[in-house]
């Protein structure tokens, strides 16, 4: 028996008997309506005991009480990682079966996490509906607008429970704790290096591929990483934004600057293994090194 529009609306009405008096939106439980409340009303009933945070669900409290006890009760089954939240142990598992189920309808571009396709929409509309009260930055998606609010806030609810670091997001925290784990869960298929984070390990690939993707816009000259053309650019550009404190000095890059507060600290990290005389500068040391190679070559052979 083919069931009309008509039955079918009435049977949906039937199953979903609670109403939000506000959005109209039904629920097939009291509970589940109640839950949804809150959404307009921005009641918070549960609270963390630790950091005072709040929340609107109960179960979103147990996941942000795991950011300072440290349990990870969702396993990865092909390379043992562990999460906090299944969802996040879900998402890991794309990067093993390269799923991408998060598809663009305008341009066919294909992303393994939903918000990675909502930022990449961002490029067709251009819509950022989230504001900040503060600085008025606007933003695509809300996690992010809360997440900048911390910068005008100064809150830091992640805590690392080994060094008592703090963090203003959960994802700072985690690639933090890799410090004391020593856990490096990003591998290059080339030569097996592991890294910590997924950007370094791509940035790595690149030795091997010797891909260049950032171009400078006045001499097009190419580079394997972003900074290393923002620090190209300012050959042009005359810039330089890393000075000294003692003398004022300025330099392109902030290694340059760290170099050059040795001359007035004094410090001297490279230091030569066969006889303990220290330098300023890893070449210095470098070449140093050359005044031993050659007396023993001379020695091996011996010419004086």
């Given amino acids: 028996m083919i069931m009309t529009s008509k039955m079918a609306s009435k049977s949906d009405t039937q199953k979903k008997s609670y109403l939000c008096e506000i959005c109209g939106s039904g629920f097939t439980r009291n509970h589940?309506?109640?839950?949804?409340?809150?959404t307009h009303t921005g009641e918070k009933p549960y609270s963390c005991e630790i950091c005072g945070?709040?929340?609107t669900q109960k179960q979103s409290m147990c996941q942000h009480m795991r950011t300072?006890?440290?349990?990870k009760p969702y396993s990865c089954e092909v390379c043992g990682s562990s999460f906090t939240q299944k969802q996040s142990m879900l998402q890991h598992m794309r990067t093993h079966t390269g799923e991408k189920p998060y598809t663009c309808?305008?341009?066919g571009s294909s992303f393994t996490l939903k918000n990675n396709l909502l930022r990449h929409m961002q490029k067709h509309t251009g819509d950022k509906p989230h504001s900040c009260e503060v600085c008025g930055s606007s933003f695509t998606l809300k996690n992010n607008m809360l997440r900048h609010m911390r910068t005008h806030t100064g809150e830091k609810p992640y805590f690392c429970e080994i060094c008592g670091s703090c963090f203003a997001r959960n994802y700072d925290m985690s690639l933090h704790m890799r410090t004391h784990t020593g856990e490096k869960p990003y591998s290059c298929e080339v030569c097996a290096s592991s890294f910590t984070q997924k950007q370094n390990m791509l940035q790595h690939k690149r030795t091997h591929t010797g891909e260049k993707p950032y171009s400078c816009d006045i001499c097009c000259s190419s580079f394997a990483e972003k900074r290393n053309m923002l620090d190209h650019m300012r050959t042009h550009t005359g810039e330089k934004p890393y000075s000294c404190e003692l003398c004022s000095f300025s330099f392109v890059q902030k290694q340059h600057m760290l170099r050059h507060m040795r001359t007035h600290t004094g410090e001297k990290p490279y230091s030569c293994e066969l006889c303990g005389s220290s330098f300023t500068q890893k070449q210095n040391m470098l070449q140093h090194m050359r005044t031993h190679t050659g007396f023993i070559?001379?020695?091996l052979t011996g010419i004086k």
């Fill in 32 to 38: 589940d309506m109640l839950r949804h409340m809150r």
């Fill in 53 to 55: 945070s709040s929340f």
């Fill in 68 to 71: 300072h006890t440290g349990e």
């Fill in 105 to 107: 309808k305008k341009c």
């Fill in 297 to 299: 070559k001379r020695t």
